[in-house]
């Protein structure tokens, strides 16, 4: 492949970006009460001490989203809106670790749930040994077991990692299957990480984008 010029490129990456985000920037909210609350969840991803406030991968981006996952955690509750919670889980075997850094081992304190939301409670947690937790088997037990869900409010991090294998992946599971489902993604509830390249708000617009251009429905927010 014949790589296009460099100053070109940059020129017509700064005008696509500049476009994005002001794409991203007048995306409307919605209001929870006005979703069908017996076939909607909340899917809440690997908002655990590992990706916030300990270990290799913690971000202060990601510890950023607590208060806003933890009310929309309560709202659910009021609306008897079910939840689900990832909770990233590893051992010395996992091949991972060739692309991460050592975190979130199983038994140790960063794989557990952030104290704001383990206090609030109330959802069914399942640990996963991969960044899409789709393809766990405890999840696939509580999708078959819950086949009225068409309806997932996507939170949690990380947006360019597990959110978006996560939202990507149901969404083409209920086209596949010829189904509509609403896949939602509030932008003020899923985040990423800075570390070297990987800058966190170029990753996060650009996965936003490309989560939209799947079939995800991207809000602003959900009130």
């Given at each position: 492949?014949?790589?296009?010029?460099?100053?070109?490129?940059?020129?017509?990456?700064?005008?696509?970006l500049?476009e994005?985000?002001?794409?991203?920037?007048k995306?409307?909210?919605i209001?929870?009460?006005?979703?069908?609350?017996?076939?909607?969840t909340?899917?809440?991803?690997?908002?655990?001490?590992g990706?916030?406030?300990?270990?290799?991968?913690?971000?202060?981006?990601?510890e950023?989203?607590i208060?806003?996952i933890?009310?929309?955690s309560?709202?659910?509750?009021?609306?008897?809106i079910?939840?689900?919670?990832f909770?990233?889980?590893?051992?010395?075997?996992?091949?991972e670790?060739g692309?991460?850094?050592?975190?979130c081992m199983?038994?140790?304190?960063?794989g557990e749930?952030?104290?704001?939301?383990?206090?609030?409670g109330?959802?069914?947690l399942?640990s996963k040994?991969?960044?899409?937790?789709?393809?766990?088997?405890?999840?696939?037990k509580w999708?078959?077991?819950?086949?009225?869900?068409?309806t997932?409010?996507?939170?949690g991090?990380c947006?360019?990692?597990?959110?978006?294998?996560?939202?990507v992946?149901?969404k083409?599971?209920?086209?596949m299957?010829?189904?509509?489902?609403r896949?939602?993604?509030?932008?003020?509830?899923v985040?990423?990480?800075?570390?070297?390249?990987?800058?966190g708000g170029?990753?996060?617009?650009?996965?936003?984008y490309?989560?939209m251009?799947?079939?995800?429905?991207?809000?602003a927010?959900?009130e």
């Amino acid at each position: 492949m014949r790589l296009i010029n460099k100053s070109e490129f940059l020129k017509g990456s700064f005008d696509t970006l500049g476009e994005i985000f002001d794409m991203v920037a007048k995306l409307p909210t919605i209001r929870l009460e006005d979703l069908q609350r017996k076939q909607t969840t909340l899917i809440i991803v690997d908002m655990i001490n590992g990706f916030t406030r300990e270990g290799a991968l913690k971000s202060p981006r990601v510890e950023g989203l607590i208060p806003e996952i933890a009310k929309l955690s309560k709202a659910c509750d009021e609306l008897q809106i079910i939840k689900l919670a990832f909770a990233d889980c590893h051992t010395e075997e996992s091949p991972e670790f060739g692309a991460y850094p050592v975190h979130c081992m199983v038994g140790t304190s960063e794989g557990e749930m952030v104290d704001e939301l383990k206090e609030i409670g109330g959802y069914t947690l399942i640990s996963k040994n991969s960044t899409n937790g789709f393809i766990e088997e405890e999840f696939q037990k509580w999708f078959k077991e819950n086949e009225h869900i068409n309806t997932f409010i996507i939170t949690g991090d990380c947006t360019d990692i597990c959110v978006q294998q996560f939202a990507v992946t149901v969404k083409t599971w209920f086209n596949m299957q010829n189904k509509k489902a609403r896949v939602i993604v509030p932008v003020n509830a899923v985040e990423t990480y800075d570390l070297g390249l990987h800058d966190g708000g170029l990753m996060n617009i650009v996965a936003l984008y490309n989560m939209m251009i799947n079939g995800i429905e991207v809000v602003a927010g959900v009130e």
